[in-house]
C-alpha cells in the first residue's frame, strides 16, 4: 500500500531556534520513514507581513541548512520553494473563489495576527494566506499536515476547500487532518510564551555553548525564588519547562532541589546549558558541514523541486480536466 502522504511547511526566517526543533522539526524527522513526506519552504506566505525581503534566498538558505542538520532527509522527502513551483499560485487563484471573504475574516490566527502587528487594513493577499496555505497541501494531496494549534484553523478552511471542490467538480483532493505536534510550544527566555525571531529571546540551533550559557543566564526564573536556599516553584519557572525537554534524566532531581531551596537558579541554568548545548552539537556539525558545501545544499533544493514539480503539474491536469479547461 503507499505511504500516506504529508505536507509540512515553514516560512524562511534565517536561521532556526530550539523552539522550531521541539514544535516542529523533531516531529517531522520521526515522521518521515512513516510517511511520504513533501517539504514545503512558504517563501510567498512571507510577503503576507513583510513586503520588502532582500535576505529571502538567505534566510531560506540557512533555513535548508538547519533541516538537513537537524536530520531531514532530502533523499526521502522533497524540499522545495513555494515560489519555484507556479502550480502553487494557480491553485491558489482556484480556490479562492471557493472560500467567501466572511469564513476568512473569521480566522483566529490571522485576527491575532492583525492584532498583534497593529494592522489596520489588511491586504487581501494577507486574508487569503489560508487559501495560498490550502494549495500548498493540496497541489500534492497532502492528507495529514504536522503543525501546531495555531495553524489549526488552516487546516480546518483547506478542509472545507477541499469539500467544496470536491463537490462543484468532482473527487481530486482529500480531506487533510492536522497532525499535533506532541511537544507544547517552547517559551522564549524572557517568559513569553512564544521563542520568536522578532522578540529577541531565542537559543538558536547554531548557538555555541558560550552563546547558550549567556542567554540562558539571563534566562527568567521563578521572581519568588532569590537566592540559592529560597524554596523555588518548578511549575512556574521558564528555565525548568527546558530542563524537561532537554535533560529529562535529571528532571526530578532538579524538581525537588529547586522545591527545597538546595539547588540555585545559577546551578541549575548551568546545568540546563550543558544538556542545550550537548543536544546542539551534532546538529552544529552538521550545519558546519552544509556551510562549506552551499553547492550541495543547493543541489538538494533543485531536486526537491523537480520531484515537488512533477506531483504538482499532475495534480494541475487533474484539476483542469474536471473543470473543462481541457
Ligand atoms: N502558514 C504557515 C506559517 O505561517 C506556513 C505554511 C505555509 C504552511 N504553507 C503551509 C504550513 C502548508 C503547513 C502547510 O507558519
Redesign the pocket.
Known sequence: MAKKRI?????PTGKLHIGHYVGALENWVSLQNEYENFH?I?DY?VLTTSLRNDDIYQNTIEMVIDWLASGLDPVKSPIFRQSQIKEHTELHLIFSMLVTAARLERNPTVKEQVRDLKIDNVTYGHLG?PVL?SA??LLYKGEA?P?GED?VP?VEITREIARKFNNVYGDVFPESKALLTRFARLSGLDGDAKMSKSLNNTILLSDSPEEVQKKLKKAKTDTQKQRRNDPGRPEVCLVFTYQKKFNPEEVTEIEEGCKSGALGCADCKAKCSEKISKFLNPIIEKRNYFENNLDEVKDILADGEKRAKVVAVATMEEVHKVMKFG
Open positions: 505536507l509540512s511547511g515553514m516560512r514545503l512558504a506566505h494566506y496555505q500548498d497541501i499536515v503543525v495553524q488552516h
